[in-house]
């Protein structure tokens, strides 16, 4: 397949002549860069959102009457439960929140999603599957979904908060990882997607520094499965263009194998401090991914050296883990990993102590809070879209089986 102008703007779904940097252009639903964020302003914060919640089945028309009994309303999940905390991040998605619930004063990540933008994107589809698949994670290295709620104009997803915040961050902090934080780290990456692959047959295909968070106990997790797929092929062109296996940027059918692509890609940015793979323009990243071979540097081990060339090596076939995570774990590199321990997180993370410190701050300034600090935009007037309706959304609604008492690293007051 020739790598021109042209099948480049085409794979990554760029109309214009003009040049697009490599990672701003293919997923349009992340940024590979994250914007800085900022605060809600005055208008942002004229009230709380007015929820309507629902757990039944509406007619079109809002015409079914309900029960308003006192054990509905402690079954019925709404954002008036939260105390709006900060402002974390926002994209196209939609704003992410920390919240502090008012029932049991644990720290949760609220994600905040307009029906009517996710209606525009065509994204309804998107949003239940990566609810769908939410629910079902029970990992130590993966994030969990507390709740899924919905008001009029929006849904609400609520997750662990990680207050360490995510991979980049320490990457621009720290620069480079030396090989002993990389192992660490890899070795539960690998954990975790030993766990999506084989327990629950899911291919996350968007593993990048963003969306590796680091708790408040100096461990990972993986978060953000909008692009998560429950299945063993897949064929969409999709991820975000630095992470992206070849297999993906040619069309060609592929499977869990493109997660251990991303995985090389995460390792090698954490040790360099820089993109696997050079980047400028798109078509020389596609070229780049497609046809050359990663650069390795002098200070690598020889067993780094070969891990990285086994997950790096453009053939999904012959691509480490492609008969699974054991080959992975049986890697050289990992050879002083006890992988018990790991999963019982039993061995000390290396920004452990930071992190908590970062928490207990936060802790002690919050503590004395009395409400919502921020909070989020109020409701906008209703779309006559159908799909915008609660009724369209009855299945979105969610409680985690064993709450709130999902064993989470968020610290209580």
């Known amino acids: 397949m020739g790598i021109t102008a042209t099948s480049c ?32 302003s005055d208008e942002d914060i004229d009230k709380q959102d007015t929820p309507f919640v629902n757990d039944e089945v509406y007619s079109a028309d809002h015409a ?6 006192e054990e509905e309303r402690h079954q019925t999940t709404s954002i008036d439960d939260f105390r709006i905390m900060k402002l974390l991040g926002e994209g196209s998605f939609g704003k992410v929140y920390l919240v502090q619930s008012k029932l049991n004063k644990k720290f949760y990540a609220l994600k905040a999603m307009k029906k009517q933008d996710l209606i525009l994107k065509n994204l309804l589809k998107q949003v239940l599957t ?18 899924c709620f919905q008001s009029e104009s929006r849904v609400y997803m609520v997750m662990d908060y990680c207050p360490g915040g995510d991979l980049s961050h320490w990457m621009k902090k ?39 968070l680091i ?64 980047y400028g323009d798109v078509q020389k990243l596609i070229f780049s991914i497609v046809k050359e071979q990663p ?5 690598f081990s ?42 019982n997180k039993e061995i000390p993370p290396p920004f452990g102590k930071a992190v908590l410190k970062y928490s207990l701050d936060f802790k002690e300034i919050e503590e004395d809070k009395h409400g919502s600090i921020f909070e989020i935009p109020p409701e906008e007037s209703a779309t006559k879209d159908p799909r ?17 008492e999902i064993p989470s690293d968020i610290y209580t007051k």
């Open 9 to 40: 703007r085409e794979c990554f779904g760029v109309k214009s002549k003009d040049t697009l940097s490599a990672r701003s252009s293919l997923n349009y639903q992340y940024k590979r860069k994250k914007e800085k964020t900022r605060e809600p």
């Open 64 to 69: 079914v009457d309900r029960k308003d009994t």
């Open 130 to 147: 990566e609810k769908n698949i939410l629910k079902e994670l029970r990992h130590p290295y993966v994030v969990q979904l507390k709740y």
């Open 174 to 212: 720290e620069g480079k990882f030396d090989e002993d934080i990389v192992r660490l780290y890899a070795a539960e990456m690998v954990l975790a997607l030993q766990y999506l692959h084989e327990t629950l047959n899911v291919i996350h295909r968007d593993i990048k520094p963003e969306n590796i």
């Open 215 to 278: 708790t408040a106990d100096g461990h990972i997790k993986i978060t953000d499965f909008g692009l998560a797929k429950s299945t063993t092929r897949a064929m969409t062109v999709c991820g975000t263009p630095d992470f992206l296996a070849p297999e993906i940027i040619l069309g060609k059918p592929y499977g869990q194998e493109v997660d251990w692509w991303s995985l090389g890609c995460v390792m090698y940015e954490m040790l360099t401090g820089h993109a696997t793979f050079s």
């Open 295 to 299: 650069k390795m540097e002098d200070s």
């Open 302 to 343: 020889e067993d780094l050296k070969d891990l990285l060339t086994k997950l790096l090596t453009k053939y999904p076939k012959k691509r480490l883990g492609y008969k699974g995570a054991e080959e992975v774990k049986k890697h050289p590199f990992f050879k002083n990993i006890d992988w018990e321990a790991l999963l």
């Open 388 to 404: 915008s309706d609660v009724y369209y959304y009855s299945q979105f609604s969610y409680v985690a089986k064993d709450g709130a």
